[in-house]
């Protein structure tokens, strides 16, 4: 691992980013719809689903490529973050529901008299948006501070946030938590005073997930150069060791699970509204372990590899759950089964090794060659 | 043959109803009277005995009465009422009891009987098909009338119905009924009380039999009577009661010997209450522990001993239960099926589903299941698991992707719905002891997981293929230098836990749905119960599986809120991996990676 960025890396960076942010945008803002060149509505909506996905995939591999901690659940500081966005808009819907009333929709039907206290702060937009941060953030805190003080790792950690979302995701299909029940929020109608139906709000939209992830992308990679970013490695590759070397290794990792689910609630707070709906089946273990997927088929331990795997792995799964819903689970599956037995550093990882075999088959013939 | 006596008592019965038209009671009671001794007198009939003659004859008469006095005599059948009467009872509630008029002019009551397409006609005296002069059957003529009935003659047909139970055959349906009878407290059907338990001879129906009574004493208009009735309530600790007593002890107006008596009857069966429901969910958190034990077995075995951390195990699981349905399906009347579009059509041996042949088939389903999951697991472990053992991670992610594709190919094959599969008679209804219900289908899956349990715990210490076992477990590489063929006993092993799961699938069909996503439903659970017990450890998965079931019971009951329940034993779970991190029980090492 190079300690430096070069420079090839670095107007590649800019390149991508300059790309990602303002290309794609101005083409669907500034050709017109028959131009080859246009970039359709729809599209700038899926993308911008696509990189908020990304981001978890980023947060996630800080967390599995860098620190080697397995999260299976993740997507449930995605949904918090989701949850705590989501709070905002459905006040914001106003009267503009089905029942005309203040409340959201789904209290009306549930038959609440007012607004329960703790959603009267949502109403605000900062609130929110701060919300986004802390409630993954201290989610992460509580059960990481619990799980590393007593060193649990390796499977059991991962077995233990697989649970934690699990409960989660039992509790959210609650009514009781006031938090919409099985149906979840939906029925956006403005952000921050804009109409979501508008397409240059969901540009806007688009923009911000992109500058986020570029943003995601930037802080691990500056992350992994400092000193901090080498006790990360090094924990993942021999914690004992950096445990005798006197480092708190449970720090470190703390600090990386709480980053990550900071990083993944940011990306369900930019997602909620381009979806238009948050429900805690998006806490369903799967769905963590389909963010999984995209790192290890991305390739892991690199950062632009998570990211192409996410974008990947989504257009694949747009296209087959379209063209073969039946078969999408199976090629899934499958591709991921092939993906982490015979690649296991991914797409990215995939050059390298092909290159390690013709080398080895090279150095083979020479050595000893054919009786 | 009829007895000369009914013959006679016939038209005298016909004409003691001609008399109560008139309203004259006494001469129609005596006329009755007559009727009734002629019937008791008449001793021909070879299949009828007197109580039988008695039961038919009194209620002919209360069938041609007036509609007026027809619910006094239908209270009269109370003490004489015999199980031969309950077919013309229930059609006299249904409107199919008919008055034939005969060719010389008496009254015969008849019941209309449609079966199919056929009507018979059987006459209520004699139990026999009517029939004309000539000896031949007679047809259905509709001008025939109905008996009529009116609600107070429908309270009167049920209150004999209920009443008929108390002599029926079996001690259970007896006991039930004469606490039925109790519960209603009056007075009037003390008399029978008393002269049914007379005849009791079985303990537990003679003891419903005494509560009843008690239940009916306690309206009594003695103090004494009502104090002795609330002191044998409370002995028995009669969960029935428990209202009526209540009704007593709030009674300000009774007398104190009375009222303390209620207080502490009431006690008493409070008492018996609280033990019931305390064993009930104990036995029900025994069930659900053993549930999750035969589940987690098979994953103790993979995860627990080999490291190998299998997603894949619920499907594995299901695997068995499709197997279950599948044999059904061939004992019954085959398969027909269509896996990837293609119509496919297992023959079945087409038994019926009363045979005992069809009602054996679970225990064919269980030897296929298990040897099906452990094929599956044996694929499993050869096609992907092998190169993992160094990663178990990854072993993690690659069964979890193994999972995905076996879910799916449920799905195509078996069809999105949870497949029917029936559960045979004899594992169907509960034993109650001492009031504390148990389902046999629960009792059986907590001696179906002690007899694996033990199984297993016979193959690992006691076999040579157990030791081996062991042996690869504890050091896999020093194992193999003494020459222990690793690769083989992995995959012996693999494929044992996982045909341990195909039998937690093949029980879970008797209890629970089998679908292409139950299998998820039981995982997470069954990790947990892994990692509770502390990894490597049979012991530990046992007091971790009913610990965690009974938990979840108890909380569940206590609560009433299922989702809570199962959050706080999964918050519970992580406290306490704070204090043991390796779970109950745990293999020490000085390995540090494993410590």
């Known amino acids: 691992m190079k300690s430096q960025i070069s420079k090839r890396e670095l107007v590649l960076g800019l390149v991508a980013a300059f790309g990602l942010i303002v290309v794609i945008p101005g083409l669907n803002a500034f050709t017109p719809e028959s131009s080859p060149l246009h970039v359709s509505n729809f599209s700038i909506n899926l993308w911008g689903q696509y990189l908020c996905l990304a981001i978890v995939a980023v947060g996630l591999d800080l967390l599995w490529g860098y620190t080697g901690l397995i999260s299976l659940g993740q997507m449930l500081f995605f949904s918090l973050g989701g949850y705590a966005l989501g709070m905002h808009l459905m006040l914001k819907i106003g009267r503009l529901g089905q029942y005309k009333s203040d409340l959201p929709d789904f209290m009306v039907f549930l038959g609440y008299p007012k607004l329960p206290a703790h959603w009267v702060p949502f109403a605000e937009f900062w609130f929110s948006a701060l919300a986004v941060v802390w409630v993954p953030g201290l989610v992460a805190l509580l059960f990481g501070y619990l799980a590393f003080r007593s060193r649990i790792r390796g499977v059991y950690f991962s077995i233990l946030t697989q649970a934690l979302t699990y409960a989660a995701c039992l509790l959210f299909f609650r009514n009781e938590l006031t938090l919409g029940g099985n149906n979840g929020f939906t029925d956006f109608k403005t952000l921050l005073g804009f109409q979501l139906a508008d397409p240059a709000t969901q540009r806007s939209l688009y923009i911000a997930s992109a500058i986020a992830l570029i943003a995601a992308y930037v802080f691990c990679r500056w992350l992994t150069l400092t000193k901090f970013g080498k006790v990360q490695r090094a924990v993942r590759d021999s914690e004992n060791r950096v445990l005798f070397s006197g480092y708190a290794a449970a720090n470190y990792k703390l600090f990386v699970f709480v980053a990550a689910a900071i990083i993944s609630g940011v990306a369900g707070a930019l997602y909620v509204p381009q979806t238009g709906i948050i429900n805690p089946s998006q806490m369903e273990p799967s769905k963590s372990l389909e963010a999984i997927v995209w790192v290890a088929v991305g390739g892991r331990g690199t950062l632009i590899g998570p990211i192409l795997g996410a974008l990947g792995v989504n257009s694949l799964k747009s296209w087959a759950t379209q063209a073969m819903p039946a078969y999408w689970p199976l090629l899934l599956g499958g591709l991921f089964m092939i993906v982490v037995i015979f690649a296991p550093r991914g797409i990215v990882g995939l050059g390298n090794q092909v290159g390690a075999l013709l080398q080895r088959r090279k150095s083979e013939k020479t050595e000893d060659p054919a009786p | 043959m009829e007895g000369v006596g009914v013959l006679f008592a016939r038209p005298l019965l016909c004409f003691c109803g001609f008399i109560n038209e008139m309203r004259n009671s006494s001469v129609s009671v005596i006329l009755r009277f007559l009727a009734v001794v002629f019937l008791a007198t008449g001793t021909s009939a070879p299949a009828m005995d007197q109580y039988e003659q008695r039961a038919r004859a009194l209620f002919v008469e209360a069938v041609v009465a007036p509609e007026s006095s027809q619910s006094l005599l239908l209270e009269n059948l109370?003490?004489?009422?015999?199980?031969?009467?309950?077919?013309?009872?229930?059609?006299?509630?249904?409107?199919?009891?008919?008055?034939?008029?005969?060719?010389?002019?008496?009254?015969?009551?008849?019941?209309?009987?449609?079966?199919?397409?056929?009507?018979?006609?059987?006459?209520?005296?004699?139990?026999?098909?009517?029939?004309?002069?000539?000896?031949?059957?007679?047809?259905?003529?509709?001008?025939?009338?109905?008996?009529?009935?009116?609600?107070?003659?429908?309270?009167?047909?049920?209150?004999?119905?209920?009443?008929?139970?108390?002599?029926?055959?079996?001690?259970?349906?007896?006991?039930?009924?004469?606490?039925?009878?109790?519960?209603?407290?009056?007075?009037?059907?003390?008399?029978?009380?008393?002269?049914?338990?007379?005849?009791?001879?079985?303990?537990?129906?003679?003891?419903?039999?005494?509560?009843?009574?008690?239940?009916?004493?306690?309206?009594?208009?003695?103090?004494?009577?009502?104090?002795?009735?609330?002191?044998?309530?409370?002995?028995?600790?009669?969960?029935?009661?428990?209202?009526?007593?209540?009704?007593?002890?709030?009674?300000?107006?009774?007398?104190?010997?009375?009222?303390?008596?209620?207080?502490?009857?009431?006690?008493?069966?409070?008492?018996?209450?609280?033990?019931?429901?305390?064993?009930?969910?104990?036995?029900?958190?025994?069930?659900?522990?053993?549930?999750?034990?035969?589940?987690?077995?098979?994953?103790?075995?993979?995860?627990?001993?080999?490291?190998?951390?299998?997603?894949?195990?619920?499907?594995?699981?299901?695997?068995?239960?499709?197997?279950?349905?599948?044999?059904?399906?061939?004992?019954?009347?085959?398969?027909?099926?269509?896996?990837?579009?293609?119509?496919?059509?297992?023959?079945?041996?087409?038994?019926?589903?009363?045979?005992?042949?069809?009602?054996?088939?679970?225990?064919?389903?269980?030897?296929?299941?298990?040897?099906?999951?452990?094929?599956?697991?044996?694929?499993?472990?050869?096609?992907?698991?092998?190169?993992?053992?160094?990663?178990?991670?990854?072993?993690?992610?690659?069964?979890?992707?193994?999972?995905?594709?076996?879910?799916?190919?449920?799905?195509?094959?078996?069809?999105?719905?949870?497949?029917?599969?029936?559960?045979?008679?004899?594992?169907?209804?509960?034993?109650?002891?001492?009031?504390?219900?148990?389902?046999?289908?629960?009792?059986?899956?907590?001696?179906?997981?002690?007899?694996?349990?033990?199984?297993?715990?016979?193959?690992?210490?006691?076999?040579?293929?157990?030791?081996?076992?062991?042996?690869?477990?504890?050091?896999?590489?020093?194992?193999?230098?003494?020459?222990?063929?690793?690769?083989?006993?992995?995959?012996?092993?693999?494929?044992?836990?996982?045909?341990?799961?195909?039998?937690?699938?093949?029980?879970?069909?008797?209890?629970?749905?089998?679908?292409?996503?139950?299998?998820?439903?039981?995982?997470?659970?069954?990790?947990?119960?892994?990692?509770?017990?502390?990894?490597?450890?049979?012991?530990?998965?046992?007091?971790?599986?009913?610990?965690?079931?009974?938990?979840?019971?108890?909380?569940?009951?206590?609560?009433?809120?299922?989702?809570?329940?199962?959050?706080?034993v999964l918050a519970g779970l992580i406290v306490f991996l704070q204090f043991k991190p390796s779970g109950l029980f745990s293999a020490k090492s000085r390995n540090l990676e494993e410590s």
Request: with cysteine.
């Open chain 2, 78 to 568: 109370v003490g004489s009422a015999h199980p031969c009467l309950e077919p013309f009872l229930q059609g006299w509630q249904r409107e199919q009891i008919f008055i034939y008029q005969s060719p010389e002019g008496s009254k015969i009551p008849i019941l209309k009987v449609e079966e199919n397409q056929s009507v018979r006609i059987l006459r209520v005296d004699t139990g026999e098909e009517l029939k004309e002069a000539s000896g031949s059957l007679a047809a259905w003529n509709p001008e025939w009338k109905a008996v009529e009935t009116n609600s107070k003659i429908r309270r009167s047909l049920k209150n004999t119905i209920d009443l008929l139970a108390l002599g029926s055959s079996s001690p259970s349906d007896r006991a039930a009924a004469a606490l039925k009878l109790g519960l209603k407290q009056s007075p009037a059907s003390l008399p029978v009380l008393e002269s049914r338990l007379s005849q009791e001879t079985n303990p537990s129906a003679k003891a419903a039999f005494l509560d009843a009574i008690a239940l009916v004493s306690l309206n009594s208009e003695n103090p004494d009577q009502r104090t002795s009735a609330l002191q044998r309530l409370g002995e028995s600790a009669s969960l029935p009661a428990r209202d009526a007593i209540k009704r007593l002890a709030d009674d300000s107006t009774q007398p104190p010997q009375v009222s303390r008596a209620a207080r502490e009857a009431l006690q008493t069966i409070d008492t018996r209450i609280f033990w019931i429901d305390f064993f009930g969910t104990v036995f029900r958190g025994i069930s659900l522990g053993s549930v999750l034990l035969i589940v987690a077995l098979g994953l103790a075995i993979t995860f627990g001993l080999m490291g190998v951390i299998n997603m894949a195990h619920g499907e594995i699981m299901i695997v068995g239960g499709y197997a279950t349905f599948v044999v059904q399906c061939v004992f019954g009347n085959g398969l027909a099926f269509a896996p990837f579009g293609l119509s496919m059509n297992i023959p079945g041996f087409g038994f019926d589903p009363s045979s005992a042949i069809y009602q054996s088939y679970f225990l064919v389903a269980l030897p296929v299941a298990f040897l099906s999951a452990a094929a599956t697991g044996y694929v499993l472990e050869r096609g992907v698991i092998r190169f993992l053992y160094r990663r178990p991670l990854e072993s993690l992610l690659a069964t979890w992707g193994a999972s995905l594709v076996m879910q799916q190919l449920f799905r195509l094959i078996f069809g999105p719905a949870n497949v029917p599969v029936a559960s045979p008679e004899w594992i169907n209804g509960s034993l109650n002891v001492e009031g504390v219900l148990m389902n046999y289908n629960r009792l059986f899956v907590i001696v179906f997981a002690a007899a694996v349990v033990f199984g297993t715990s016979l193959l690992l210490t006691k076999t040579p293929l157990g030791l081996l076992i062991r042996a690869v477990m504890q050091d896999r590489s020093m194992a193999g230098c003494m020459g222990v063929p690793t690769t083989k006993v992995n995959t012996l092993t693999f494929s044992f836990g996982c045909g341990l799961a195909g039998l937690a699938g093949a029980f879970l069909s008797q209890i629970g749905n089998i679908g292409p996503g139950t299998g998820q439903t039981y995982i997470v659970d069954a990790f947990m119960v892994v990692v509770l017990g502390g990894v490597g450890s049979l012991t530990g998965t046992v007091l971790s599986a009913l610990g965690i079931g009974t938990l979840d019971q108890i909380l569940q009951t206590t609560l009433r809120n299922p989702v809570i329940g199962k959050v706080l």
